[in-house]
């Protein structure tokens, strides 16, 4: 019986050809790439959302430019005039914190609800894991997703700041780094805090309007954190986005800083970070194994 | 597939996993070879989808050993995993992406081509008969459907063993029946399957090798048929006399048949001929309000074993 005669047998719905997995999957690919093939995943669904997150993307800093940046900016301006805060234009002064907050909030929208989704909702964490993937590649491929987000948003944000003249295009490589470590470094707390969520009992809503609002608020975001009295500075202390808004100030427009203050900055970033990661990575292993 | 041979693929001994104090699988032992359809059949709770994770080298055994593809998942999770095709009892498919894309993103997984995949695709979609549906997003789908495309996923590399944790639970019938088409022609190819269920008729329809678990241990081991002929009677002749009365009938008609299990709502006379058993009951002027001989199952297995239904 010749072959065709037998795949006409067999009938059209038939998996014709089969390799077999032992030849044609080779593990090391995965577990070497894993945390893109991920990422790549979440960056498609992503792209399901692309009209939402250009939309948000470029319609708030336009609105929140026009309000409080040429608002309150020529108020502040007037009064201050050439010695406005540290002798720049007030929206210079403010950009630097309008990105990393545009930042935190772009990358956190990518690790809380994505977690959620991939244990609660889809369960498709599970599905990634039961292939080659192992659990910390999931962790890292959401992340990598995050910061491409952030990228994004930030890019976004720019083009409306130098629209505005707020910034030179030559600050912006300075500006982004500033502004997307920042927004790593909050995202991964964020991420740990997610991973360890059975039911979405509206915490974010919570971490939202009791913690980055006022972390919004109190960081120097729209005056220098001295102006504040000292009772209430341990909050930028403790946040960061005024570590992150020192260093993008620094670079940008060049506000005076010692290095030993730059230095504190980015390291309180990078501790963050790292301690964010490290705390995301046991809960993951974990849930998923049962 | 070429090799057909007796190549062991899975080998459990002494398998055992606990959760603090709950044992959810206490010591088994059982194996399987290539090509075979090895079936894990017991109700909820046996012990059934944790023996599932702990083969498909996702959830780590507490004691015992276990060899998957001859290699030890502990060491070799995502080696192991690379080979294997998983369809958990719950659907994960992503929600998100489309049909097509589900089964895009998970061959990538693999580190599979884009155009390796692209061919594939096609292939599985119509193997799933969901050709007509590759662009609607996941969540689109029926019930029946999105199990077809949870099965399909669990192809794309091509897997030495396909692992199935209750297939068609929450299908209707109709939907079960092109689900048992498909998986039996990927037996018939020669794919390694193992499944889980608590449907007798499943199991009956698919495995070509079972075990029965209860409480995390086996009750016992072998095909259908061995284990209905070791365990049951031929036929099964079932009576009703009302539930306040099967009680007692039960102890009128004691005697008839091999063996008798008194039901809440029927009484099962174990025979080798049902019509006879029930020609004595009338004799003895009892009158069944329905009665029906049928050929036994593995759910008269699972009753002999255990003393309860599979489906409580």
């Known amino acids: ?290 | 597939m070429a090799n057909t041979s007796k190549e062991t693929m899975i080998l459990a001994r002494g398998l055992r996993k606990t959760y603090g104090e709950f044992v959810a699988v206490d010591g088994i032992d059982f194996e399987v070879k290539r090509g075979e359809a090895f079936g894990l059949l017991g109700p909820n709770g046996a012990g059934k989808s944790t023996t599932m994770k702990m083969i498909a080298a996702t959830s780590q055994r507490t004691g015992g050993e276990l060899s998957i593809l001859g290699k030890d998942p502990e060491l070799k999770g995502p080696e192991i995993r690379a080979h294997l095709g998983v369809v958990p009892q719950q659907d994960n498919l992503d929600r998100e992406l489309k049909v097509w894309e589900n089964l895009m993103v998970y061959g990538r997984y693999f580190g599979l081509s884009r155009k390796f995949l692209k061919g594939k695709i096609e292939e599985l979609l119509e193997f799933a008969q969901l050709t007509e549906k590759r662009n609607a997003k996941s969540e689109e789908l029926s019930g029946g459907m999105k199990r077809r495309l949870t099965i399909a996923r669990g192809l794309v590399n091509e897997p030495e063993i396909l692992m199935l944790d209750e297939p068609t639970t929450g299908l209707d019938p109709q939907a079960r029946h092109i689900l048992w088409d498909r998986l039996f022609r990927l037996k018939e190819q020669g794919v390694t399957l193992v499944i889980t269920t608590h449907y007798m008729d499943e199991a009956e329809q698919l495995c070509d090798r079972l075990i029965v678990m209860d409480k995390g241990r086996i009750m016992a081991e072998g095909s259908p048929a061995e284990l209905i002929k070791k365990y049951s009677s031929k036929e099964v002749l079932e009576v009703r006399f009302g539930s306040d009365n099967n009680k007692a009938v039960a102890e009128q008609i004691n005697g008839i048949g091999d063996r008798l299990e008194v039901l809440p709502d029927r009484i099962l006379v174990y025979s080798d001929n049902g019509e006879k058993a029930l020609e004595q009951i009338t004799k003895l002027g009892l009158h069944a309000i329905t009665s029906l001989v049928r050929r036994s199952s593995l759910e008269d297995v699972f009753l002999r074993l255990t003393g309860r239904t599979l489906i409580d």
């Open chain 1, 1 to 290: 019986m010749g072959e065709t005669k037998v795949q006409e047998q067999l009938g059209a719905a038939d998996v014709r050809t089969w390799i077999g997995a032992a030849t044609l999957v080779d593990p090391a690919v995965p577990m070497r790439r894993g945390s893109l093939m991920i990422a790549e995943t979440r960056i498609r669904g992503m792209l399901k959302w692309w009209r939402s997150v250009l939309a948000f993307g470029l319609g708030n800093p336009v609105l929140y430019l026009m309000s409080v940046g040429i608002g309150i900016g020529s108020l502040v301006n007037k009064h201050m005039g050439a010695n406005g805060l540290d002798h720049v234009p007030y929206l210079t002064f403010l950009a630097p914190a309008l990105l990393v907050t545009a930042a935190i909030q772009g990358a956190m929208d990518e690790v809380t609800f994505p977690t959620l989704q991939g244990f609660n909702w889809d369960r498709s964490f599970y599905s990634m894991n039961a292939t080659a993937i192992s659990p910390r590649q999931i962790v890292n491929g959401v992340m990598l997703a995050a910061l491409a987000r952030c990228i994004v948003q930030v890019a976004l944000y720019e083009a409306a700041l130098i629209a505005f003249g707020a910034i030179s295009i030559s600050s912006v490589p300075a500006l982004t780094i500033g502004a997307i470590f920042a927004g790593f470094s909050f995202a991964s707390v964020m991420f740990a805090l997610s991973a360890r969520i059975k039911d979405d009992d509206g915490v974010f809503a919570i971490v939202g309007r009791f913690i980055i609002t006022p972390m919004f608020m109190f960081s120097g975001t729209y005056y220098p954190l001295a102006s504040l009295p000292i009772y209430l500075q341990w909050i930028g202390w403790i946040s960061p986005v005024w570590h992150a808004t020192q260093i993008g100030r620094a670079l940008s427009y060049g506000m005076p800083i010692s290095p030993e203050m730059f230095l504190l900055h980015i390291g309180f970033l990078s501790v963050l970070a790292v301690v964010g990661m490290s705390l995301t990575y046991p809960p993951f292993k974990k849930r998923l194994a049962n």
